[in-house]
T-cell receptor, first 115, second 109 residues
Framework: DSGVTQTPKHLITATGQRVTLRCSPR?????VYWYQQSLDQGLQFLIQ???????AKGNILERFSAQQFPDLHSELNLSSLELGDSALYFC??????????????FGQGTRLTVV | DAKTTQPPSMDCAEGRAANLPCNHS???????VYWYRQIHSQGPQYIIH???NNETNEMASLIITEDRKSSTLILPHATLRDTAVYYC??????????FGKGTLLTVNP
């Protein structure tokens, strides 16, 4: 158990819909990272927050947005869903602001299926 | 993050040491070498990281060459549960970890 909690574990929704994925970081961790893993793309970095502020953006679509709340949990919002958005979405957390010289702990992921 | 090159797959016999190589010839001086693994669609798991010196923890050893252009992850006594995709990442000096395709290590009985 990494200490990072992601909910829900599985999500099935229709195209055009909007969903929210939730992540609770390890106790004491201030950074949250979101990754998308699809079969043909591997693990793709989406976005990172540190103590409530956005710190880095990766290949995140405009239809996707995220935020980190004062209690440090984070939500990833996916809207106007397309079939290609079907993937595993992982959240990770770390204590430090950046990924340097520290380990990141990953949750077990949310499997999103868009039908 | 610096580009890394890993073999796509490797086999290892159970109980033997697994040595996973990684090439990161463009690594810069302040970039770390990280190893993570992912067991069948579970969340990636941190294994070890280092900058210049060799490192060892309860899971593995990391050997970094003196010129830092390559490294080797050593699992001293591989078990069937070590079958996973192993990712070598060179970087992390910014805010993200960039995962490549990794090496699928299969531990055989």
């Amino acid at each position: 158990d990494s200490g990072v909690t992601q909910t829900p574990k599985h999500l099935i929704t229709a195209t055009g819909q909007r969903v929210t994925l939730r992540c609770s970081p390890r106790s004491g961790d201030l950074s949250v990272y979101w990754y998308q893993q699809s079969l043909d793309q591997g693990l793709q970095f989406l976005i990172q927050y540190y103590n409530g502020e956005e710190r880095a953006k990766g290949n995140i679509l405009e239809r996707f947005s995220a935020q980190q709340f004062p209690d440090l949990h984070s939500e990833l919002n996916l809207s106007s869903l397309e079939l290609g958005d079907s993937a595993l979405y992982f959240c990770a957390s770390s204590f430090r602001e950046g990924a340097g010289n520290t380990e990141a702990f990953f949750g077990q992921g949310t499997r999103l299926t868009v039908v | 993050d610096a580009k890394t090159t890993q073999p796509p797959s490797m086999d290892c016999a159970e109980g033997r040491a697994a040595n996973l190589p990684c090439n990161h010839s463009t690594i810069s001086g302040n970039e770390y070498v990280y190893w993570y693994r992912q067991i069948h669609s579970q969340g990636p798991q941190y294994i070890i990281h280092g900058l210049k010196n060799n490192e060892t923890n309860e899971m593995a050893s990391l050997i970094i060459t003196e010129d830092r252009k390559s490294s080797t992850l050593i699992l001293p006594h591989a078990t069937l549960r070590d079958t996973a995709v192993y990712y070598c990442i060179a970087g992390g000096s910014n805010y993200k970890l960039t995962f490549g395709k990794g090496t699928l290590l299969t531990v055989n009985p």
